[in-house]
């Protein structure tokens, strides 16, 4: 088995379930377990904090996953090794902490901050998301944190749709 983490599942046209209708899926975790990601174009309101909070996916977690494009946050202060929590899940992306999460809530208007909050989470159990490729549900692009940090979200899921529909030959 392959693994797609750190990779984007981007929803093809035929994917009927509402949750993931034109959705791109920032793959976190994919192994003989199942797979973890979280939807990266669909935001939500929520009061007191500063910067946009995203849907994620249909399942409930029971905290906040955070997702930023800082290396420097992923180095422990003490010792400057890497912390544990913070893998990076492709070239430029990082799963962060509650210190994170604190530096991004005091961090100054002026700085460019790199960081996606998601509430919930989209979970596949062992199998299920290899039979939805196999039936075309998804497509699969290299994730990027260009996508992910600075392209709008009402703009992700079609510049990667585009990215990955092979283009008629001229010849």
């Avoid at 890497?82 to 002026?110: L, M, Q, W």
Wanted: aromatic share 8%; hydrophobic share 45%.
């Amino acid at each position: 088995m392959v693994s797609l983490a750190g990779s984007f599942l981007i929803a093809n046209t035929a994917l009927a379930d509402s949750n993931f209708s034109r959705s791109v899926v920032l793959m976190l975790v994919h192994d003989e377990n199942g797979a973890t990601g979280v939807v990266i174009n669909r935001s939500v309101k929520v009061d007191g904090v500063p910067f946009p909070v995203y849907v994620g996916g249909p399942v409930e977690s029971p905290g906040v996953i955070l997702v930023h494009g800082h290396p420097q946050w992923s180095t422990g202060e003490d010792d400057g090794g890497v912390r544990p929590a913070h893998a990076e899940v492709a070239a430029g992306i990082y799963i962060g902490d509650a210190a994170c999460f604190k530096r991004a809530t005091e961090s100054n208007a002026k700085e460019l901050l790199r960081v996606r909050v998601f509430r919930n989470y989209s979970g596949w159990g062992p199998g299920q998301l290899e039979g939805e490729l196999a039936e075309s549900a998804w497509s699969v692009a290299a994730a990027s944190p260009t996508i992910l940090f600075e392209t709008p979200i009402d703009e992700i899921w079609l510049r990667l749709k585009r990215a990955v529909i092979p283009q008629p030959s001229a010849n």
